[in-house]
């Protein structure tokens, strides 16, 4: 057994309670479940030091996920992803103390493999034969990809304009794959409508199950047991659908409830593009819920979502910790990817080059002191986005020589 404290799902509008021990989708008035844990039992039983002596995959905090017998537990040793110094780029933009939580190093090289590795565990153990999603590409690739060692099919539905490499790892884990004329929302409703025609599937698209934002949570216990159970001033996350920062919220809310944490929260900034910058909009306005981004396009493609279902959860964690909400340009956000390549050495996807983007641009305007602690989520390998740098270099002949070049 794995000593899941798994008590129980709520609305999150309504609070309304709900048996977390049947398979689940959105509440009655159509909002997230959220999953609860009893943990005054969890902080009777476990400590910080415990768990630093488990084996260093995401799993190390059952207690607080929701699989109840490890005989389900469908893994890739997916978690505990490097929280690396960014001495030399951080410098160059003001922020010294700048780390990078860098998810491109998990299995299927995105941080989506969190959610799909909890979420398809806990289908399985509910008896889910097989899950469909609509999808911007890499959380079908993930998600096809743990299906496909859960022995579950998969139906997964992407925009034309997905990654091609994401389109190839869906088929190659034997998912059923369509490729949609329109965008994710446009994908969604095709999806809906073939898990409504089929037994045994779950819908398991942003939100409209609960566990998938069970595996992102886990990147905020990490971050926090890397620094020694203290917390940095402020993490930036790249926000489409916004469940990683929801995540992270809801994370650092248990561990404060554990009493494994002290202290202010960190201030959680949500990163856009200017291409589809909804919960930008709303933060900015003061709105409680985003409206559709009309033409929304960017290309971070990962985070083209122009209506979260759970965008009040994300302007709710944003508030809460006196964080912000900010939108850069593609110009940008490409600059500093190839920037941080070039001064550290590691290729990021767009969506984690908006945050550094975000990260200089709250430097240069203050809202980020020089001496804050700030994390950066990258959120996925570079290597996904081959188009996103333009190789133009020299051909030689076999005759011709490279020139010489003095090095100071």
């Keep these: 057994m794995l000593n899941s404290a798994l008590s129980h799902l709520v609305c999150s509008q309504t609070g309304t309670r709900y048996d977390a021990d049947v398979v689940q989708g959105v509440s009655a008035a159509g909002m997230p479940l959220l999953a609860r844990y009893d943990l005054e039992r969890v902080a009777a039983t476990v400590t910080p030091a415990d768990i630093a002596a488990r084996p260093r995959t995401l799993w190390r905090y059952r207690e607080v996920l929701p699989v109840r017998d490890e005989a389900n537990i469908v893994s890739l040793g997916e978690g505990m992803t490097p929280l690396i110094p960014l001495p030399s780029y951080g410098a160059a933009i003001g922020v010294p103390h700048l780390l990078m939580k860098d998810e491109g190093l998990i299995p299927t090289g995105t941080f989506k493999a969190r959610g799909a590795a909890v979420g398809v565990s806990r289908a399985a153990e509910l008896g889910v034969k097989g899950v469909a999603m609509p999808t911007n590409g890499n959380a079908g690739a993930a998600w ?37 004329d329109g965008l994710i929302g446009d ?32 990147m905020g216990y990490e971050i926090a047991e890397q620094l020694g159970w203290s917390l940095p001033d402020v993490i930036l996350y790249p926000a489409g659908g916004g469940v990683g920062l929801i995540g992270i919220y809801k994370a650092l809310l248990e561990m404060r409830e554990l009493g494994w944490i002290q202290g202010d929260l960190p201030r959680l900034v949500a990163v856009q593009a200017e291409g589809c910058a909804p919960i930008v909009q709303a933060f900015e306005s003061g709105a409680e819920v985003s409206e ?5 396009r960017t290309v971070a493609f990962g985070i083209t979502v122009p209506k979260a279902l759970g965008d009040f959860l994300v302007l709710e964690a944003v508030r809460a910790t006196e964080g912000t909400a900010i939108a850069v340009s593609d110009a940008e956000l490409l600059e500093e990817q190839r920037q941080l390549a070039l001064r550290e050495g590691t290729f990021i996807c767009p969506e984690g080059a908006a945050c550094m983007a975000a990260a200089k ?48």
């Design 187 to 218: 994908a969604g409703k095709l999806v809906n409508a073939a898990v409504a025609a089929r037994d045994g599937y779950q819908e398991v698209s942003t939100l409209k199950e609960p566990y998938r934002l069970e595996g992102k949570k886990t």
């Design 144 to 180: 096809a990809a743990y299906a496909a060692r859960a022995g579950m099919r998969s139906l997964i539905a992407m925009p034309v304009d997905a990654p091609a490499i994401t389109r190839a790892e869906c088929v190659a884990a034997g998912a059923e794959l369509y490729l949609v």
């Design 292 to 296: 559709p981004f009309a033409n929304a």
């Design 361 to 408: 641009r709250l430097r240069e305007s203050g809202w980020l002191r020089p001496d804050d602690r700030a994390v950066v989520l990258n959120t996925g390998m570079g290597l996904k986005y081959p188009e996103t740098v333009n190789v133009d270099v020299p051909t030689l002949s076999t005759d011709s020589r490279i020139p010489p070049i003095s090095v100071g």
